[in-house]
């Protein structure tokens, strides 16, 4: 069975906190996304890996970074977090090449106070 | 304005109503994906489109390409439909960017 896990459910952290997510997905998928989704705004794409070591940035790069060191872990780092990060994360994986089904994770609700 | 575009923004139903969500969008596509989100954050693909219909239980998908603008309908709507439905289109088949209208929430009442 497909499964796409977030390490964490909930997160609450301090302003300036340098915070850790992490995505791993047992399908040997070749994409991996980290979306936020906010009310009114929908998902939007954070940063995007296409192959181990490979990153793209998405929509709303700012203040995010990523890592992917291996195949099936895709980790999103916020530097310093700050309140308007305030969101809940999705990450997602896909088979690479056209345009196939992404799996999506359930999601990280994180809170920055 | 957005790039993809869903409506109705809000839906409420009664129980065994047909229900309809469209989705327009203004750039060229590969696949448009609709997607469902169920409280708690969890989503799954309902479907994948690039062409004509699919069809999977109570629910069918439509897309007409000249046109841009896709249609999910739900047969004998139940309160387990309740959701948020969300239209993704796919951009670039390489390397799976999809672009996302905002959804739609959906309360079907017994």
């Known amino acids: 069975d497909v499964k796409v896990t977030q390490s964490s459910r909930y997160l609450v952290k301090r302003t300036g906190e340098k915070v850790f997510l992490e995505c791993v997905q047992d399908m040997d998928h070749e994409n991996m996304f980290w979306y936020r989704q906010d009310p009114g705004l929908g998902l939007r794409l954070i940063y995007f890996s296409y192959d181990v070591k490979m990153k793209e940035k998405g929509d709303i790069p700012e203040g995010y970074s990523v890592s992917r060191e291996k195949k099936e872990r895709f980790s999103l780092i916020l530097e310093s977090a700050s309140t308007n990060q305030t969101s809940m994360y999705l990450c997602a994986s896909s088979l690479a090449g056209r345009g196939e089904t992404q799996y999506f994770g359930p999601g990280t609700r994180l809170l920055v106070l | 304005k957005n790039e993809v575009e869903q409506s109705p923004q809000n839906l409420t139903a009664q129980e065994g109503e047909f229900i309809t969500i469209n989705c327009s969008y203004s750039?060229?596509?590969?696949?448009l994906h609709w997607l469902q989100q169920h409280p708690g954050g969890g989503i799954v693909s309902l479907f994948m489109?690039?062409?004509g219909k699919k069809k999977h239980g109570r629910l069918i998908a439509t897309i007409n390409i000249q046109e841009k603008h896709s249609s999910l309908h739900i047969t004998a709507s139940h309160p387990r439909d309740s959701a948020v439905y969300i239209c993704a289109v796919l951009i670039s088949s390489n390397t799976g960017k999809l672009i996302f209208g905002q959804g739609t929430t959906l309360q079907v009442k017994p």
């Open positions: 489109l690039s062409s």
């Open positions: 750039v060229g596509i590969s696949a």
